[in-house]
C-alpha cells in the first residue's frame, strides 16, 4: 500500500474490492477504528496489524474477526500459527 499521507478507510476503496460498502459495515460494526501504517510498512507487517486490531476489536472472538476481515476461519488459524500466536486461545 502507498500513499503519502492520510487515513485509509474502508469507504475510501471501491466496493468491488472490499464487497460491501462502508455503511452497512458501519451499521453492523458501529464505529470503525482507523489504521494507521508507517511509510515502508511491509504487507505481512500491515495484514499482522490488522489481524490483531480486528481480534482486539471482537473481543478474541476469531469466528467474528474472521468474519470482518472478510477471511475464512481456516485463513485466519493459520495466520495466527504462521505469526507465532497460539490459534487455540
Known amino acids: 500500500?502507498?500513499?503519502?499521507?492520510?487515513?485509509?478507510?474502508?469507504?475510501?476503496?471501491?466496493?468491488?474490492?472490499?464487497g460491501v460498502t462502508a455503511e452497512p459495515v458501519r451499521r453492523t460494526l458501529g464505529t470503525i477504528p482507523s489504521v494507521t501504517f508507517n511509510v515502508g510498512a511491509t504487507l505481512e507487517q500491515a495484514e499482522r496489524e490488522l489481524i490483531e486490531i480486528t481480534l482486539t476489536f471482537a473481543k478474541n472472538n476469531r469466528t467474528r474477526a474472521a468474519e470482518i476481515l472478510g477471511i475464512n476461519q481456516k485463513t485466519l488459524y493459520n495466520k495466527l500459527k504462521e505469526y507465532g500466536e497460539d490459534p487455540g486461545e
Not at 1 to 17: Q, T, V
Open 1 to 18: 500500500m502507498l500513499a503519502g499521507e492520510g487515513e485509509l478507510r474502508l469507504e475510501h476503496l471501491p466496493a468491488s474490492l472490499t
